[in-house]
C-alpha cells in the first residue's frame, strides 16, 4: 500500500468510525439518540402489553391448555423473540409482548381466539348449510345443527399455519391477493376427501358463528397444502390468516383483562449495565495497547466499530433486546477480541522469529486465517440451528450471537488488516512498535493429564452430589426460577403511584422478607397504581402472611388484593426445542469440525470437553444456588459458544505442527507444543472476556448478577478446559486407535507365522531322517533355529506395533 492511499485509509477509517459511533449512539445510551434507543427491548427495559385470556370451556384439559400456550408463543414470536406466554390457574393464559403499547392493535393483530371450522355448501340430504347474502354469506342453520349433521370437513386444529400475503401465479398475470394454508397430516387427508367431493362447490370458513370465506373448489387438494385466492387486498388477506390461525387453537379462548405494563426495570438498571459496558471496553483497550502497542490500538478501533455494528444490525432487524440481552452484548465485546489477540501474537512470533515487520504482519493474518475461519464458523453454524430449531429466549440469543460472530469477523479480517497495513505504509515499521513474543518455558500439560481428568471427574461429579443433597432435604435439585417451575402472581393496588426504582426499594424487600425469595419480579401496569409482583409458588398460609404484611406496611386495602397460581414461563415444548436444537447445533458442529480436520478424534474430544464445561457450570448451578430461570439458558448456550472456539485454537495448532509430518516421533511433545504456542491467546482472551463479565457483575442489578456469576465460572472453566483437557482427550484417542490398529497387525503376523509352525512338523516328520549334509546335526539345533525365527518375528511384530503408535 502506497503512503498515500495508507493515509486516506485511515481518514476514511476514522471518519467512518465516528460517523457509525454516533448512529449507534454509542455512549448516550437507550435514553439517547442513534439505532441504540431505537432498537427493539424486552418487558424488563421497557415495558409492554400483557393480556390475559380464559378459556370458555370451565373445565380445559391440561393437555389442552399445553398446546394452546405453545401455539400462542409461537404466534406472538412475531412481535418479540422475547414475548411470553404461560398459564394463570386451571383455565387463564397471560401473553407479555414487549416493546409495544397499543393493546387493542395486538388483540385486532392476534384475532379473537374462537372457534373455527370448514363446512360444505350442503349436508348430506341436500340441506343449505349457509346461502349468500347481500353482505357476503350466512348460516342457514346453527352451527350445532351443521354439526350434527356431518357437514364440517375440516376442524380448526386440522390447520397448521396460515400466512396472509400478495403473490403472481404467473409471468403475465398481474399481482394477487391470496391466504396460504398448511394443514396437519390429519387435515391433510380430510381435506383431500373432502375437496374431492366438493369440487365446483363452495367450502365455507366458519369463525364463533359467523363466515369469514366461501370458497369455491375449483380442484382436488391432495398435498396439504392450498390458497383462497380473491383477497382485495393484503390487509384483507392477512386478516383472514390471522382469524384462521387463531382459531385453530386447542381451546377456544375469550379476552379477560388487557394492559400496558412498565418497565421491570428502572433506568437505573439500564444505566449501570451501560456503564458497565463502557468500563470493560476500557479496560480492554487499555489492556490490549499494553501487550501489543500500535496492533492494540488497532484493536480498539476494531471493538469500537464492533459495539457499534451490533447495535445498529440489532436496529436494522428489529430484534428484540433484554437486559440478559446487553449482558451477551458486553460479553460479546470480550469474545471479540480473541480474533485480534490470534492475529496479533502470531505476528509477535514471526517477529520473534527474525522475520522483517512487514512479512511478520502478512504472515500472522495468513496463519491466523484457519483459526479464526473455523472457530467462528463452529460457533456460526449452532446460532443458525438454534434461529431454526429455537423459540422464545432461545431464538433471540441466536440471532445477538450470529450476528456479534460475522460483525467480529469482519472487524478482525478486514478493518484490523487495512489499519495495520496503512500504519506500516505511513512508516510505523520499527518492531518495537508491535513487540516481541518471548519464548514460553515449556509445560508438560499432557503429562499431568491423569491430575487434570480426576479434577475435571470430581468438578463434574460434584453437581448431581450437590443436586441428590438439596433433593433430600426437602429443597429441589436445583434453584429453579419463576420461568422454569411457575409461581404465584399477587395483584396489589397501593394508595400512591409507586415508580419501579421505589417498588425495588421499598416494597421487594418486604416480599423477599416474607417469602425468601430472593427472585421477586414486580411489574408495575401503566396507568394505574397496580403492580404484579410475581414470586415462588406460596402456600396459602405463606399468601395470608404476605398480604398481611402488605396492609400492615403499605396500609393497602386487603380487598384489593389477588393472587393466582402462574405457569412456568418457560413451557415443557420450549425446553424440548431448546435440547433437541443444542443437539442438532452439537451434531453440525462435529461434522464441520471432521470435515475441516480430517479427523473425528478431533471433532469428538471437542464435543466431549464442550460437554465438559456445560457440567461444570451446571454444578455451579447446583452448589451455589443461583436460579435457573431464562438466562440459564442463554449462559448455557454462551459457554457452548465460548468453549468450543477456544478450542478450535488449539486444534488448530496442533493440525499445523503436524503439517507434512506423517510419521511424528513424539506425538506428546507436539501437543505439549501447541497448548504452549498458544498459551497467551488462552490466558488474554479469557482474562479480557473475564474482565467483561466482572465488571458486569460488580455494577450490575441482581438479574445481571445471577447471568453474570455462572458466565465467569464458565469462561474459568473454558480455559481450564481448552488448555489441560482437549490437547490430552485428542492424544489419547488417538493412540488408543494406534494401538487396537498395532494389536491387529500383531495379531494376523502371529497368526501368519503359527500357520508356518503348524506346518514344521509335518515336514520335520517327513524328513525325520537326516540327509546326508545334516546327519551330524542334532535335531535340537533345528528347534532352537525355529524358535530364533519365531522370537524375530515377535520382535519385529512388537516393533511395527510401537512405530504405529508413534505414527498414530
Known amino acids: 500500500m502506497k503512503k498515500n492511499r495508507a493515509i486516506v485509509a485511515l481518514l476514511l477509517t476514522a471518519i467512518i468510525t465516528v460517523f457509525l459511533c454516533y448512529t449507534a449512539g454509542i455512549g448516550l445510551g437507550p435514553t439517547g439518540t442513534g439505532a441504540a434507543k431505537n432498537i427493539k427491548t424486552g418487558l424488563d427495559l421497557s415495558g409492554g402489553v400483557s393480556i390475559t385470556y380464559q378459556a370458555k370451556d370451565s373445565n380445559p384439559s391440561a393437555e389442552d391448555m399445553s398446546d394452546t400456550v405453545y401455539k400462542l408463543q409461537k404466534r406472538v414470536e412475531q412481535y418479540s423473540t422475547e414475548a411470553q406466554v404461560y398459564k394463570e390457574g386451571s383455565d387463564r393464559i397471560a401473553v407479555e409482548i414487549p416493546g409495544v403499547t397499543d393493546a387493542d392493535q395486538i388483540l385486532n393483530d392476534l384475532g379473537k381466539p374462537g372457534s373455527l371450522c370448514f363446512i360444505t355448501q350442503t349436508d348430506d340430504d341436500g340441506n343449505a348449510n349457509f346461502s349468500s347474502t347481500g353482505s357476503g354469506y350466512a348460516l342457514a342453520r346453527s352451527l350445532d345443527e351443521i354439526r350434527e349433521a356431518g357437514s364440517v370437513v375440516l376442524e380448526g386444529t386440522d390447520v397448521k399455519d396460515a400466512q396472509g400475503g400478495a403473490f403472481q401465479s404467473d409471468k403475465n398475470s398481474s399481482r394477487e391477493y391470496a391466504v396460504s394454508l398448511t394443514l396437519t397430516d390429519e387435515g391433510k387427508t380430510k381435506f383431500a376427501e373432502a375437496t374431492e367431493a366438493n369440487v365446483g362447490k363452495q367450502i365455507a370458513i366458519v369463525y364463533d358463528n359467523q363466515i369469514l370465506s366461501a370458497p369455491k373448489v375449483n380442484e382436488a387438494i391432495t398435498g396439504g397444502q392450498a390458497q383462497i385466492t380473491g383477497m382485495s387486498g393484503v390487509e384483507e388477506a392477512q386478516n383472514l390468516a390471522s382469524y384462521i390461525r387463531i382459531g385453530s387453537l386447542s381451546i377456544e379462548l375469550e379476552e379477560l383483562?388487557?394492559?400496558?405494563?412498565?418497565?421491570?426495570?428502572?433506568?437505573?438498571?439500564?444505566?449501570?449495565?451501560?456503564?458497565?459496558?463502557?468500563?470493560?471496553?476500557?479496560?480492554?483497550?487499555?489492556?490490549?495497547?499494553?501487550?501489543?502497542?500500535?496492533?492494540?490500538?488497532?484493536?480498539?478501533?476494531a471493538l469500537v466499530l464492533y459495539t457499534a455494528i451490533v447495535l445498529i444490525t440489532l436496529n436494522a432487524f428489529d430484534i428484540t433486546l433484554t437486559l440478559p440481552g446487553i449482558a451477551g452484548i458486553i460479553l460479546g465485546i470480550g469474545m471479540a477480541v480473541d480474533a485480534n489477540v490470534i492475529i496479533y501474537a502470531r505476528i509477535q512470533e514471526e517477529i520473534a522469529a527474525g522475520s522483517s515487520v512487514r512479512t511478520s504482519i502478512k504472515a500472522g493474518f495468513a496463519k491466523a486465517f484457519s483459526a479464526i475461519l473455523d472457530g467462528n464458523v463452529t460457533t456460526l453454524i449452532a446460532s443458525l440451528v438454534l434461529m431454526w430449531l429455537g423459540s422464545g429466549t432461545v431464538k433471540g440469543f441466536a440471532y445477538t450471537l450470529a450476528i456479534g460472530i460475522v460483525v467480529s469477523m469482519f472487524t478482525a479480517l478486514v478493518v484490523s488488516r487495512l489499519i495495520v497495513n496503512a500504519l506500516y505504509a505511513v512508516g510505523v515499521r520499527d518492531p518495537k512498535f508491535y513487540g516481541s513474543a518471548k519464548q514460553r518455558k515449556f509445560v508438560d500439560f499432557v503429562g499431568k493429564r491423569k491430575v487434570f481428568f480426576i479434577i475435571s471427574i470430581i468438578l463434574i461429579l460434584s453437581g448431581p452430589v450437590a443436586m441428590v443433597v438439596h433433593h433430600q432435604t426437602g429443597g429441589t435439585a436445583l434453584n429453579y426460577a419463576l420461568d422454569f417451575s411457575g409461581g404465584t402472581a399477587t395483584t396489589v393496588t397501593f394508595n400512591e403511584d409507586m415508580d419501579i426504582k421505589q417498588i425495588d426499594s421499598e416494597v421487594t424487600p418486604v416480599v423477599e422478607e416474607v417469602t425468601g425469595d430472593k427472585n421477586v419480579q414486580p411489574t408495575k401496569v401503566s396507568g394505574t397504581n397496580q403492580v404484579v409482583i410475581k414470586t415462588r409458588t406460596l402456600s396459602q398460609e405463606e399468601r395470608e402472611k404476605l398480604d398481611q404484611a402488605l396492609v400492615e406496611n403499605f396500609d393497602v386495602d386487603d380487598s384489593l388484593i389477588?393472587?393466582?397460581?402462574?405457569?412456568?414461563?418457560?413451557?415443557?415444548?420450549?425446553?424440548?426445542?431448546?435440547?433437541?436444537?443444542?443437539?442438532?447445533?452439537?451434531?453440525?458442529?462435529?461434522?464441520y469440525i471432521w470435515f475441516r480436520f480430517k479427523d473425528i478424534r478431533f471433532a469428538s474430544s471437542a464435543v466431549l470437553a464442550l460437554l465438559h464445561d456445560v457440567l461444570v457450570v451446571l454444578a455451579f448451578y447446583a452448589i451455589s444456588r443461583i436460579s435457573v430461570g431464562n438466562t440459564f439458558i442463554a449462559c448455557m448456550l454462551t459457554i457452548v459458544g465460548y468453549s468450543i472456539n477456544a478450542t478450535i485454537v488449539i486444534f488448530d495448532r496442533i493440525r499445523e505442527n503436524m503439517h507434512g509430518r506423517k510419521n511424528p516421533d513424539n506425538l506428546e511433545q507436539i501437543v505439549n507444543d501447541s497448548i504452549t504456542q498458544t498459551l497467551t491467546r488462552s490466558i488474554y482472551t479469557s482474562f479480557t472476556t473475564f474482565v467483561m463479565v466482572a465488571v458486569l457483575y460488580i455494577l450490575g442489578v441482581s438479574s445481571i448478577r445471577?447471568?453474570?456469576?455462572?458466565?465467569?465460572?464458565?469462561?474459568?472453566?473454558?480455559?481450564?478446559?481448552?488448555?489441560?483437557?482437549?490437547?490430552a482427550l485428542w492424544l489419547v484417542m488417538k493412540r488408543r486407535q494406534g494401538k487396537a490398529v498395532a494389536q491387529a497387525a500383531l495379531a494376523g503376523k502371529t497368526a501368519g507365522s503359527s500357520k508356518s509352525s503348524a506346518k514344521q512338523p509335518t515336514n520335520t516328520a517327513q524328513n525325520n531322517q537326516p540327509s546326508k549334509k545334516d546327519k551330524n546335526q542334532p535335531k535340537k539345533k533345528n528347534r532352537k533355529r525355529v524358535a530364533e525365527r519365531l522370537a524375530a518375528q515377535e520382535a519385529a511384530a512388537k516393533e511395527a506395533a510401537d512405530n504405529e503408535n508413534k505414527t498414530e
Open 257 to 301: 383483562r388487557s394492559s400496558v405494563v412498565a418497565a421491570q426495570l428502572g433506568e437505573e438498571a439500564i444505566s449501570t449495565s451501560v456503564m458497565a459496558g463502557l468500563i470493560g471496553l476500557v479496560i480492554v483497550i487499555i489492556f490490549m495497547i499494553l501487550m501489543y502497542r500500535v496492533p492494540g490500538v488497532v484493536a480498539g478501533v
Open 562 to 591: 389477588t393472587t393466582e397460581s402462574i405457569s412456568a414461563t418457560v413451557s415443557s415444548e420450549m425446553r424440548r426445542d431448546a435440547i433437541v436444537a443444542v443437539l442438532v447445533a452439537t451434531l453440525c458442529m462435529l461434522v
Open 706 to 727: 445471577e447471568f453474570a456469576a455462572p458466565l465467569m465460572a464458565g469462561v474459568i472453566c473454558g480455559a481450564y478446559s481448552s488448555v489441560c483437557i482437549t490437547g
